[in-house]
């Protein structure tokens, strides 16, 4: 039983599968997945830049039950040929219905138009498990050649204590520009210092953007999009009520956009900022850095502020095709330049597009002369004229192939780049059986004799060679030349006496081809610039039945050189001076003038004949009348080429001239500026003459000099800057001399600057010319105090040499020497206070003014109020020496009272702090001389008192005492007083000893004094 019910089960297997077959395909029969359209950017078509992003919608419908009705991925290729799919692993169906996705796709790198191919998959990662058929949209997708973004930079990496530092691609329109400080890169509250911008707070001036700030002008013209990057970091505590803040302006500062704030503690490491300056591209873009910090504790730091710039390559616009000769043999290959360029006609450096190079005739075959890759055949051999040919970088967009064609005939070349939807064709190029080859000179100078060779190849069909059966003397040919349009107006060549001109105008020329059959030499002679091809026919027919021609490669024909003269500034000529002592020339940033002119070829200047200056210089060469070029002046920066050296030259301003400036060959400058002190070598150059890599022109390397600066700015701490001193011990008397106190000298920094207002950092080593007394400095007045007669209390002052210590980067740390002040007149010497002195005592605030700077070579004259020095006070008293008179017996010693006193709230006191006043019994003047000459008890003073000791004379008598105040004496003269009533403080203490005993009155008998009790 078992058995038999296990072969019953075996039989119905096979009926089961063969159901379950059938109803499978039942299922796949009625099931489908269907791509029912598709559109790219929303269209049937769209046109975008090569590698652009485009959106792709699609529209599936799917049936069927199961897994046969899933939508889960789909396909995608643009191309002109079905190939392998991208997949894009979209949101799943597993539904019968109509669906529609929406994704990105890219286009192609290279630019065409391009089919877009569409699968919709069953699967996730579109694998053959189920597909609908392929849905194709015809030239769905054009695109054009990909722009490159171009980027410049203007940084300031501050390296450098300037305000002129240019560390980017381009430069800065401008120098930084401080406002509300100094104006100085380094002092004030803003300053460069450490490699950064140090922003310092405290009290905020008033200003446009409501603090000090730092700006400066970049040129952002032509750009299209910009960023303002930087570094910073914050020191100090900074409060809610502190900001740090950044602005923009795209109308050179007239209106200010605030793009950041700062506020609270930012953390003392640098870290990176970017904003989008794009909204404020203009030619006078500004940026501005300002500081609202309450707290000179608190500061912001800058460094490396840049302005990245970026604007859209130009694409391919189109080729230039420049054969060899358009004459050329079918003998001989001819080369062919090829090159990329935009529609500016600039060369196009990074292209590196494939492009189809054919000829008009079908003919010809193609090979490297000069190119980094290969031909596409190589070798080429099939003779049918074509060839591809893959740009490299490595190519910068030039590249020169030689095209040989055996064939008779006149031909153009075409080059088309498929992809960028680009085609040029060439000028038309004669290839013939008879033609002239000319060999130029290597050497094409205006001015020198070209040796130029003519050559006659022929090819009969079997052989090629050198025709030396055309051996004719005289041949009488026809030349001419093709400029091309190039400088149509300059001198025509010459060759001999005849002067060959612009075709289809010919002369006549006479050679010999008998000395060298086939073959013959002559000079081409210049007497100007220029570019042209040198054309050559024989039309005698006498050799051959039609005319022979020839043409040589393009020549052109460059100056010998720049001369650069008349370099003047005003009246003075260039002296050449490079050393510290040498004349000067002018000042640094100041506008000097020269005349540049490109010359023709002298030989006595070039003594091997190769184009080149071996002696002499330029200046004495003819000019020549038709040059234009872009041309350059320039100071050289190579070592020794300027001073002082060791040292950073400095830079030629303006001294570029465009090709439209020339006029005559000739250019004049008038606003030339060197910016530093010392002398530099100029150099000039014109590069690439007539778009020629090899026609650089170069001038004479001139020496200009000796520059000083153009003045002399001062900095300095201004308030607190120093500490008056005492002319006694913790306060002076009014009319005593006094100076600084010990090592409290005030200090202040002298900047030289060139005329532009930027700091010349070569006024270093032997060009500092400032000394220990470059500075004139003047103090004539308390700036608070005032006498008896309301008026300033006025100050004597003589200034002492100063210490001087040249910091080499431009600039001179002062410290104040042992200078002189004195509260009254420093003449007559009879007195030293002014009648209106006699006040109370007071604490002086004497403000010495830097009036003047000179170095004995440039003067800088400040404004008054300019540059005033706030030391802190010292203390003043009106001061007195004061005697009383004394009596005593004659038999002992007399003690008489001297003592110093000082005006205080109006009341004349002993001055106890006074122990300086020293008076000897030398300064004392005694009537009678000898009958009780006193001593000094103290010399000096002792908290205020002199005192005097009368020795006992022994006999009855007066000694009437002066203590001498005049200089010939104690020069105390500050101790005199108006003892005479006289308005004049001019007079000598006096005071009268008495010895003896007192009678009384002999009139009176009796006497008597009653006293109450109390």
Known sequence: MLKSHKNRTVERWPRLVAVLIVWLFAIDANAALVINSATVDGGATTTVAAGSTISLSITVTSSGGGASNDWFATGWLIANASGPLACVNHADYSASGTYTETFNIT????????????????????????????????????????????????????????????????????????????????????????????????????????????????????????????DYRESGIWEPNDEFDIYA???????????????????????????????????????????????????????????????????????????????????????????????????????????????????????????????????????????????????????????????????????????????????????????????????????????????????????????????YNPQILEASIDRGGVLPGANDPAIGAVVIPQGPASAAITLDFSAMPGQASFTLDSSDVGQYRLNITDNSNVHSAGSIVGSSNILTVRPFGIAVTGIRAGAIVNPGGSAPADPIFTVAGGDFEATVSAVLWDAADDTDNDGVLDTGFFANNVVAPSFAWDTTLAASTAAASYTPDPGTPGVLNNGNILLAEFGGGSFNFTDLQYTEVGSFTLQSSALDFLGVASADIAGDDIVVGRFIPALFQVTHPGANNGQLGEGCVGFSYIGQDFSYAAGMEPVFTVTAQNALGATTAQYRDGFVKLGANSATVVATQD??????????????????????????????????????????PASPVSFAKYDNSEIDEYTGDIDPEITAVSDGEVTTIYAAGTHKINPDGNLNRFGRLNMKNAFGSEISSLPMQVYVEYLDNGVYQKSMGDTCTAISAADLLNTPAAFSVPTVDNNPAAAGNVN???????????????????????????????????????????????????????????????????
């Not at 446009?208 to 930087?230: E, K």
């Open 783 to 824: 700036e608070v105090e005032v006498g008896t007669d309301a008026l300033p209390m006025l100050v004597s002052y003589a200034q002492a040499a100063m210490l001087d210590t040249p910091n080499n980067d431009g600039s001179v740390d002062y410290r104040f020497g042992a200078d002189t002040f004195r509260y009254g």
């Open 107 to 230: 286009a192609p790198a290279t630019a065409g138009t391009f089919n877009v191919y569409l699968v919709a998959y069953r699967s996730d990662t579109c694998t053959s498990a189920g597909s609908s058929p392929q849905f194709v949209l015809a030239n769905a997708v054009i695109t054009t050649p990909a722009t490159i973004p171009v980027c410049e930079t203007f940084r300031d990496e501050f390296s450098t204590a300037a305000y002129n530092n240019q560390n980017g691609s381009f430069n800065w329109a401008t120098d930084w520009s401080e406002v509300g400080d100094d104006g100085t890169a380094t002092g004030g509250n803003i300053q460069v210092a450490s490699n950064s911008v140090r922003f310092r707070g405290g009290l905020q001036p008033a200003t446009p953007l409501n603090g000090r700030y730092l700006a400066r002008q970049a040129d952002l013209s032509g750009f299209t999009s910009a960023t303002l990057t930087f």
């Open 249 to 471: 302006s795209a109308d050179g500062g007239s209106n200010w956009t605030l793009i950041q704030t700062f506020t609270d503690d930012q953390g003392g490491s640098f870290q990176p900022f970017s904003a989008d300056l794009t909204p404020y591209i203009a030619s006078n873009t500004r940026i501005a850095f300002v500081i609202r910090a309450d707290n000179a504790g608190e500061s912001f730091f800058i460094d490396n502020v840049q302005i990245e710039a970026c604007a859209a390559a130009v694409g391919l616009d189109h080729f230039t095709i420049t054969p060899a000769t358009t004459n050329a043999s079918t003998c001989l290959p001819n080369a062919i330049t090829i090159v990329a360029e935009d529609a500016s006609n600039n060369p196009i450096t990074n292209y590196t597009g494939t492009v189809n190079i054919g000829t008009s005739s079908g003919n010809g075959n193609w090979s490297v002369n000069d190119a980094d890759n290969v031909t596409n055949p190589n070798p080429d051999v099939d003779d049918d004229g074509a060839v591809d040919y893959g740009f490299l970088a490595s190519d910068a967009g030039e590249i020169i192939l030689d095209l040989t064609d055996t064939r008779a005939e006149t031909l153009t070349i075409s080059v088309s780049d498929a992809f960028a939807g680009v085609t040029s064709t060439s000028v038309a190029i004669s290839f013939a059986d008879n033609v002239f080859i000319i060999t130029e000179d290597p050497v094409q100078v205006a001015g020198r004799p070209q040796a130029m060779s003519i050559a006659l190849w022929t090819n009969d069909g079997s052989n090629c060679f050198i025709d030396t059966s055309y051996n």
């Open 948 to 1014: 005097y000791s009368y020795p006992a004379p022994g006999a009855n008598g007066t000694v009437n005492t002066i203590t001498r105040l005049d200089p010939a004496w104690a020069d105390q003269l500050w101790l005199r007083y108006d003892w005479n009533g006289d308005g004049v403080f001019d007079d000598d203490p006096n005071a009268t000893a008495t010895f003896g005993i007192f009678e009384g009155n002999e009139v009176q008998i009796y006497i008597q004094q009653r006293y109450e009790g109390l």
